[in-house]
């Protein structure tokens, strides 16, 4: 398997599966001679957070950094700065740990891309292979999800997925983290709604709503793109004959439409300490598709342009104090101000 994503938010004690992949570069914005006779409608569009950061789609872990703090995870994507050591250290070793996890289930194979396109089949060539495994009541590590929510293209990569012993799918998340106790509450909220998004986004794979054209019209893909050669190779060894991106589009659509896979019952979270991997605790996490579907929506609408981008509340202030851009955030001074103000003595008349 192989794949591509980023992560956004800057946590210092987590590791995620997510951050074992590769970042896509950002794509640069179309020509302005590309863009067709609705010019003041385009000029309007290019305004959205989406458009500023050239970015055709969001990743699963971005969206719930937003829920930590979303003007940090905003800075991290406009204004990205070096990992601290440390945080890089930490991050190394959970890639580590979670490379390890995948190759207990399946080998890597490294295969030259030359297009966009050639990348994003690498994606969907790994989805495909493990729906089989999945029918059979096999367990998988490291499964693609790709959906598009509130008109938004969602992309993510679901850590595992096994049948328990009740026979129920269940999607374990592992987090390493450097100190050896369980997160706070906030931690804890911002991972809950990130397996939330999974569940929600693989839920929708398997009833077949992820349509060919989804990844035409959100990413730009083309699907006349003939895939390289020791992809369609690839391709051919784990059963699909494949010439171009749309053969693949469609393959796609139709496994996961007749794949008879059932919804995710089950989500876990399994915290681990990293230096010694002692199991700090593991947390069932509940789900409520009408609140994970109006988090989604009210994050989807600060990169939709339809709001303005919020920092923490003052009771989550806590969380500047260790943030890296501190001291350029304007949500925080603007609070400390409000502050201040109110607690000014009032002048006598
Ligand atoms: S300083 Fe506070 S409000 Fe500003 S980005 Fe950092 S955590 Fe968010």
Known sequence: MAGAEADAAGFSDLSDSELLQAEEPREAEEPRSARGP????????A???????A???????????????????????????????????????GKSIHLARELEVHDLVKIPTTSREDCWAIKIL???????????????????????????????????????????????????????????????KKDH????????????MVQGQLKPDVFTNHI????????????????????????????????????LMFSDIPGIDCLKIEYSHQESSVPLGT??????????????????????????????DIEEAWKCQSCGYSEICNWRKKRAEGLEKRNEPKKSK
Not at 138 to 167: A, M, Q
Not at 171 to 177: C, D, F, G, S
């Open 47 to 53: 305004q959205r957070p989406l458009d500023r950061c």
């Open 283 to 312: 947390e069932v996490v509940p789900y409520e598709e009408a609140t994970v579907k109006e988090k989604a929506q009210y994050y989807l609408a600060y990169w939709k342009g339809q709001r303005e981008v919020r920092g923490v």
């Open 55 to 93: 970015l055709r789609y969001l990743c699963v872990t971005g969206l719930a950094g937003q829920s930590w703090c979303e003007q940090q995870m905003v800075f991290g994507m406009e204004q990205p700065r070096p990992l601290a050591p440390e945080t890089a250290a930490l991050l190394d070793t």
């Open 126 to 188: 790994n989805l495909l292979s493990v729906i089989p495994v999945l029918q059979a009541g096999g367990h998988v590590r490291e499964l693609p999800v790709f959906g598009v929510i509130e008109g938004v293209f969602v992309s993510g990569i679901i850590d595992e997925l096994c049948y328990n012993t009740k026979g129920e799918l269940e999607l374990n998340e592992l987090k390493t983290r450097s100190r050896p106790f369980m997160p706070g509450k906030a931690q804890r």
């Open 193 to 204: 709604f990130q397996v939330s998004l999974y569940k929600y986004i693989f839920d929708t």
């Open 38 to 45: 609705d010019g003041a409608g385009k000029r309007k569009r």
């Open 220 to 255: 730009h893909l083309r699907p006349e793109q003939l895939l390289g050669c020791q992809l369609r190779k690839h391709a051919q060894k784990i059963g699909f004959m494949i010439t171009s991106f749309g053969d693949l589009l469609e393959l796609m659509h139709l496994n």
